[in-house]
């Protein structure tokens, strides 16, 4: 990883459809590439640098060892907006409490799109076509970080989507 100067011990396959080729990480961005794996999926490894630097460009200096992958750790404090989409465009950020049924590698998708867990694909895809509205490059004159924006967006919806099933709305109460 760019920047990190810790020995790199660890590997992890490159994709899914090259599993026999690594990157070697140290264990804490091992951990870090492990827990975005779904997330990062199809992007190339400097996209993946990217969206990694720009994270802790963003949240602090280096990565809180031992907090990452862990669904306990998961509080306000650890709430990363990679894309200041939760601040640049005004998206209401509810309450964000632990949970621990979260799927860990649920956290990066709903933390992009701005949302908590528990939600619901109806949920989901509500948020996401208002983000993609908003980040479409047509909408912000061909904009290529507003692209690269859409991309992550439509990533995150990818992997939200692929995990949740949709719940009649008779069963929302509760
Ligand atoms: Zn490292």
């Not at 459809?17 to 779904?38: G, I, M, Q």
């Not at 996209?47 to 809180?64: F, G, K, V, Y």
């Not at 621990?100 to 990066?108: S, V």
Request: charged letters at 25%; proline letters at 9%; glycine letters at 6%.
């Amino acid at each position: 990883m760019p920047g990190c100067e810790a020995l790199g011990e660890y590997r992890a396959p490159k994709s899914r459809r090259d599993l026999n080729h690594y990157w070697w990480f140290c264990l804490e961005h091992v951990r870090a590439y492990n827990s975005t794996w779904d997330f990062y999926k199809g992007m190339s490894p400097g996209e993946i640098e990217a969206q990694l630097r720009a994270d802790t460009a963003w949240q602090r200096p280096s990565w809180p060892l031992g907090r990452l992958g862990s669904a306990s750790a998961w509080d306000e404090e650890l709430v990363r907006d990679p894309l200041h989409l939760l601040a640049a465009g005004r998206v209401k950020r509810g309450p964000i409490r632990p949970k621990q049924d979260m799927p860990p590698e649920l956290r990066e998708p709903l933390a992009t799109l701005g949302l908590s867990w528990p939600t619901t694909l109806d949920a989901v895809k509500t948020r996401y076509k208002e983000l993609a509205k908003r980040h479409h490059p047509d909408a912000n004159g061909g904009d290529r970080a507003a692209e690269e924006r859409l991309k992550i967006i439509n990533l995150a919806y990818a992997a939200l989507r692929s995990r949740l099933v949709p719940v009649p709305s008779v069963a929302a109460a509760g």
